[in-house]
Nanobody, 124 residues
Framework: QVQLVESGGGLVQAGGSLRLSCATS????????MGWFRQAPGQEREFVAA????????YYEDSVKGRFTVSRDNAKNTAYLQMNSLKFEDTAVYYC?????????????????WGQGTQVTVSS
């Protein structure tokens, strides 16, 4: 049984930092591309960042470039999203996802497994 469990969300003031973790089990983590997505109330889920299994290579949505950093620890089967200089508009539920498909990393349809999400709230 594949499980992805996000943690590290919470309430933070604008300008602050949070580090999200995505602990996985039941899959060959080292062979999966890991993605982070977010969904704010009333909005569609959007791509935030991804890290491929080969390379690895990293990808970011334009609004988080220079502020967020995606990483992975294959020994711990865990992916991370370091979020710095947080803004009010970063408030959302953040999801991690995993895939072995050779698909565009910014499209949620390409991911097979999803976590339950963790709430990030940035106060202005």
């Amino acid at each position: 049984q594949v499980q992805l469990v996000e943690s590290g969300g919470g309430l933070v003031q604008a300008g602050g930092s949070l580090r999200l973790s995505c602990a996985t089990s039941g899959l060959t983590f080292a062979l999966n591309t890991m993605g982070w997505f977010r969904q704010a109330p009333g909005q569609e889920r959007e791509f935030v960042a991804a890290i491929t299994w080969v390379g690895p290579s990293t990808y970011y949505e334009d609004s988080v470039k220079g502020r967020f950093t995606v990483s992975r620890d294959n020994a711990k089967n865990t992916a991370y999203l370091q979020m710095n200089s947080l803004k009010f508009e970063d408030t959302a539920v953040y999801y991690c996802a995993a895939t072995r498909r050779n698909a565009e990393v910014s499209k949620d349809a390409g991911y097979v497994y999803w976590g339950q999400g963790t709430q990030v709230t940035v106060s202005s």
